[in-house]
């Protein structure tokens, strides 16, 4: 009689830096997604993720609502740039973006509950509801 050995599969948890860069990977790519600098209107190849709130603040980190689509120049190179001068940048975001930017206000002062399931589930919903809306532009 042959013993058959069977394994137990255990499934792994994934790190919580593993998380994190996901979490990351999925925002800059639903921000990016806009593909139009939406400081100066630019169009050019390479699109950047800027937070409104630094991205030290976790609880607004991975939340779309934080998050502007930038070109490289107005993001950090051109003099004025988002960096260089966050007070002008929400400024501008405050006049574009009024509900956003009440939303991040209020939003900014609370604790963060370390629970990257709820961020991955949320950035997963907003990717199918923005690939639901390129569909709908074909
Ligand atoms: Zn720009």
Not at 107 to 118: A, P, R, V
């Amino acid at each position: 009689m042959t013993r058959v050995n069977i394994k137990r599969v255990k499934v792994k948890k994934p790190k919580r830096s593993t998380l994190k860069n996901k979490c990351d990977d999925m925002w800059r790519e639903l921000v990016r997604v806009k593909g139009i600098c939406e400081w100066c209107g630019k169009r050019t190849g390479q699109m950047h993720a800027h937070h409104v709130i630094g991205r030290t603040n976790r609880t607004l980190r991975w939340d779309l609502r934080n998050g502007v689509c930038l070109d490289a120049g107005c993001h950090k190179m051109n003099a004025g740039n988002a960096h260089d001068d966050p007070i002008a940048f929400l400024k501008w975001f405050e006049t574009t973006r009024p509900e956003d930017y009440e939303y991040i206000c209020q939003k900014k002062n609370e604790l963060w509950d370390k629970d990257y399931d709820k961020v991955l589930e949320y950035l997963n919903i907003m990717e199918v509801e923005s690939e639901t809306k390129k569909m709908s532009k074909l």
